[in-house]
């Protein structure tokens, strides 16, 4: 008899967290409908996330002065996906013990001048290119001791990777492939131009020139394509080989990151999500007693620390360690 009651009343306390859940999604989605003008970030609202937050510091950002809701959802262009059903292959990095990982890693300074500063995607969802061309560039750096310093073309994905929408949207295994297979201009050769646009140009592979025709036209491809999945796999990835793309889910409050450890709670309905978004892990450390990732955004240096931040590591924090992906530079 006290099995059966014990049951029901898991039962009910099962049955009122997921209506609590579904109740808190739609809330945070009406929110979001009902809302659209509302600005981005003000006052009132980062005052609110400062009382709150333990770990890190909200401030208004340079980056989103004066935008609407709706005008700061365009910068968030990845969609999410399962990587276990993306078809890209899952690599276990063997040979290092996970008790070798150091607690503190920076791709910058473990490789100075290799790894490449932080860009600014205007207003484009075309984060997705941004992080892969810009980790692919620097993997390129590292593996050629500097040889092969390129700064690689995130216009030429938006403009020709046929498996995204341009501003609209990418899927980070997707592009992967697509270097892998096709691969991708250089900077120079197809500049950035979509952030003033907001719309993709002209694939420059119906012509095989470049927008200068004196500059080399020339594809640097990934040799592999992988996903990884465990916190460790990630963490050795960056250490071997270099940055790694990575996709998580954008709050509200993110947008008014400025400094420290990022986090947040489920339950956080007033802070409505934004939609994916896709940056580049180069590192990871400890802050205060809280494991954080390191990333660097494709949001310019005005907004967050000189363009970085730090995210809770450990956690799957706004599901940034379930989307990770990275290949290796073909020589």
């Known amino acids: 008899m006290a ?23 739609a809330r945070r989605e009406s929110i979001l409908t009902r809302h659209q003008d509302m600005p981005v970030q003000d006052a009132a609202f980062v005052d609110a996330v400062n009382a709150k937050a333990s770990t890190w ?68 969802g075309s984060c997705w290119a941004f992080a892969a061309s810009e980790s692919l560039s620097d993997r390129f750096a590292i593996a050629s001791n ?55 140009g002209t694939c420059l592979a119906s012509t095989n020139q470049c927008v200068k025709p004196s500059d080399k036209f020339q594809h640097y491809k990934a ?11 990630m963490q050795k990835a960056i250490m071997t080989e270099g940055p790694i793309e990575v996709g998580f889910l954008v709050y509200k409050s993110f947008m008014s990151y400025k ?12 802070d409505p999500p934004m939609g994916g978004h896709a940056v580049k892990a180069v590192g990871w450390g400890t802050e205060d007693g809280t494991d954080y990732w390191l990333i660097a955004n494709s949001w310019g240096t005005s907004w967050g620390e000189d363009g970085f931040f730090k995210i809770k590591r450990g956690v799957d924090e706004c599901g940034i360690e379930k989307q990770a992906y990275a290949g290796s530079a073909l020589l």
Not at 174 to 189: F, H, I, P, R
Not at 223 to 233: M, N, P, Q, R
Request: charged share 20%; proline share 4%; with cysteine.
């Open 3 to 25: 099995v059966t009651t014990m049951t029901k009343a898991t039962f009910a306390a099962a049955a009122c967290f997921a209506l609590l859940a579904v109740c808190s999604a």
């Open 223 to 233: 040799k592999d394509v992988h996903y990884l999945s465990t916190v460790e796999d």
């Open 57 to 124: 510091k909200a401030a208004k950002n340079d980056k989103f002065d004066g935008m609407s809701i709706a005008d700061a959802k365009r910068y968030c262009g990845t969609i999410l996906e399962d990587p276990a059903k993306s078809g890209v292959p899952k690599r276990t990095i063997g040979g290092i013990a996970d008790a070798a990982i150091p607690d503190t890693f920076n791709a910058v300074t473990q490789w100075p001048g290799k790894i490449h500063p932080i860009r600014n995607q205007g207003q484009c």
């Open 146 to 200: 500097g040889s092969v310093d390129v700064v690689l073309s995130p216009q030429d994905l938006v403009n020709c990777d046929d498996g995204a929408m341009g501003c609209h949207g990418g899927m980070i295994s997707q592009v992967w492939q697509y270097m892998a297979e096709t691969g991708v201009l250089s900077d120079k050769c197809d500049p950035y131009t979509s952030g003033q646009t907001q719309d993709a």
């Open 259 to 270: 400094s420290g450890v990022y986090q947040r709670e489920w339950y956080d309905f007033w």
